[in-house]
């Protein structure tokens, strides 16, 4: 089974909103990483959180990870049409496994 | 900087064919390179850990004789899918690993092979 299971899987808002991604995992871990995919495309890396973190920035994007309850959420403010793509957690755990999960497919409507 | 190509973007190929895909890593030196099959829709499923002149590591219920994983060098990872049947068209996405290391992989931007 997958480490990681995003929710939901497909999320359809208004440009200018924001767009929140839940992520779920597990076993324990070292960090989880967010990335975007852009359709039949390659990976993009977002941003990194530690096991020891329970909140990050990055522009527009807020992490954030609770790892009593292993789940980690990704908040997008005032969304763009640009911002269309599936993102997807991936969590790396002691054995330097990094496992993906399913995705969320996001459309950002102009 | 860390960027990584694959060649060809799109491949498709008859029955019974042999298909190679490049992975490089173009402005780095990656010790370690991932080999990633994705379905439509779906996440990515790991195959193979490769490793710079050694044989590659695969993951369970990957076949290595049909995936052969070529590492040659420090900036190509080669990827040949041999005798390719339809329901090995997929997506099929490298990463480069400068320390080696899951936590810091650079993903290239895929390979779609449809095999008719």
């Known amino acids: 089974s997958q480490q990681g299971e995003e929710d939901p899987q497909a999320l359809s808002i208004q440009e200018g909103e924001n767009a929140t991604m839940n992520c779920s995992y597990k076993?324990?871990?070292?960090?989880l990483q967010w990335y975007r995919q852009n359709s039949g495309r390659g990976f993009v890396h977002l941003i990194l959180i530690r096991s020891n973190e329970r909140e990050k920035h990055s522009g527009r994007l807020r992490v954030t990870l609770d790892t009593s309850k292993k789940s980690s959420s990704l908040l997008i403010t005032a969304s763009r049409a640009a911002d269309t793509a599936s993102y997807f957690c991936a969590t790396s755990n002691a054995g330097n496994m990094l496992t993906f999960g399913g995705g969320t497919r996001l459309m950002v409507k102009p | 900087g860390a960027v990584v190509s694959q060649h060809p973007s799109w491949v498709i190929c008859k029955s019974g064919t042999s298909v190679k895909i490049e992975c490089r890593s173009l402005d780095f030196q990656a010790t370690t390179m991932f080999w990633y099959r994705q379905f439509p829709k779906q996440s990515l499923m790991l195959m193979a850990t490769?490793?710079?002149?050694?044989?590659?590591?695969?993951e369970q219920g990957v076949e290595k004789d049909k995936f052969l994983i070529n590492h040659a060098s420090l900036t190509l990872s080669t990827l040949t899918v041999t005798s390719a049947h339809p329901e090995d068209s997929s997506f099929y996405i490298c990463?480069?690993?400068?320390?080696?290391?899951?936590?810091?992989?650079?993903f290239g931007p895929g390979t779609r092979l449809t095999v008719t």
């Open positions: 076993t324990s871990i070292n960090n």
């Open positions: 990463s480069a690993s400068v320390s080696g290391s899951y936590h810091e992989q650079y």
């Open positions: 490769s490793n710079e002149g050694s044989k590659a590591t695969y």
